[in-house]
């Protein structure tokens, strides 16, 4: 049973924001080394839905792991179609002046299915929402994920749609991304992904832990002329608009079709954002965004990554969550730097 006083103290409090004089932090990634690995076999059988199990040794555990090991957590494998990776380490440069915020909301945790009650999920159907922003970022992993354009040709999506924490999954072989056109018989227009890049965190991870970086990077051939969403660092929630986190995917309930939801974020630790959004396998690597204040008006940004299904022992009961992965400030650095190859000054 996890004891909710540990629950709070040990995990929530230890982990404190690190944000920068402007309130958006600036972490400078530096590489280090580029190794040659031997090439994937891409043997993982793969599966659209991830569930872990996380007890009151995984709380504390993760409080130790990320306290003893802050730079290795954004070294990373880059994977090519051919099947060639090269390992990046990295070296963390952190903002000179920093100011900790704490989040200091109640945490306490209710029961959650993937869907119960009225499912408030509704598709997106009409053409005119489907090519715009924010619905027409949402793509089609071939392995059967959701994932976001972040730029004209990367796109964002969970790493375990890809890799399953030993080997890439047999469809990442030939990993392709569709965008939805719209019509009375929807298709999907494929675009080839030229390469991937996944934490080293995710790769070997214990299943308990791995859900924190569950995330990944995939390089389309070419640029896309379809509207893209922005990155922000996840905020505390009080700095979120309503509470509230927005995504669209492709539910495998609803073939052929892009599935919005929104709802209010219950509860967040250092790495996850756990809410009560119904969702469904196929969702996985949806693009979790919120209303952010930005210089003087709500932006609509991507805050993390949709994973999966969590079981969290509350009072010696299970209960099982929806979880995204939130962006932190080192993913954010991590992710602009496989973008831009240097840091992102803006939030």
């Known amino acids: 049973m996890i004891n909710l006083g540990i629950f709070n103290s040990v995990y929530v409090s230890s982990f404190l924001i690190l944000i920068g004089a402007s309130g958006i932090p600036v972490i400078e990634i530096i590489p280090h080394h580029t190794l040659n690995l031997p090439p994937t076999n891409f043997t993982a059988l793969g599966d659209p839905q991830l569930n872990t199990v996380c007890s009151e040794q995984c709380i504390i555990q993760k409080s130790l792991q990320d306290q003893l090991d802050q730079v290795q957590q954004l070294d990373y494998e880059t994977t090519y179609s051919n099947g060639s990776r090269t390992l990046t380490t990295i070296e963390l440069k952190l903002p000179q002046n920093q100011k900790k915020l704490e989040d200091k909301r109640s945490y306490s945790l209710r029961s959650r299915r993937q869907i119960y009650g009225p499912d408030v999920r509704f598709s997106i159907r009409s053409r005119k ?83 924190d970086y569950d995330y990944a990077l995939l390089e389309l051939r070419r640029p896309q002329s379809q509207p893209h969403m922005s990155l922000a660092v996840s905020p505390p929630l009080q700095n979120l608009a309503g509470g509230r986190v927005h995504f669209s995917g492709f539910d495998n309930d609803r073939p052929g079709e892009l599935v919005y939801r929104s709802c209010r974020v219950k509860q967040q630790t250092a790495h996850l954002l756990y809410q009560h959004c119904d969702a469904q396998p196929g969702a996985s690597g949806s693009g979790v965004y919120g209303r952010l204040w930005n210089k003087g008006r709500w932006v609509r940004k991507v805050i993390g990554i949709f994973s999966g299904h969590q079981w969290v022992e509350v009072f010696g009961q299970p209960r099982e969550y929806n979880v995204a992965v939130r962006l932190t400030p080192p993913k954010y650095a991590q992710i602009c730097y496989w973008i831009r190859s240097s840091s992102c000054k803006d939030g």
């Open 129 to 211: 929402f489907l090519q715009d922003f924010p619905f027409a970022a949402a793509v089609y992993v071939s392995t059967g994920c959701t994932g976001v354009l972040v730029t004209e040709r990367h796109v964002l999506t969970a790493a375990h749609c890809i890799h399953d924490g030993k080997d890439y999954v047999q469809g990442a072989r030939r990993l392709r991304v569709g965008f939805l056109r719209p019509g009375v018989n929807p298709s999907l227009r494929w675009v080839r992904v030229k390469s991937t890049r996944v934490p080293r965190r995710w790769i070997g991870a214990p299943a308990e832990l791995s859900m």
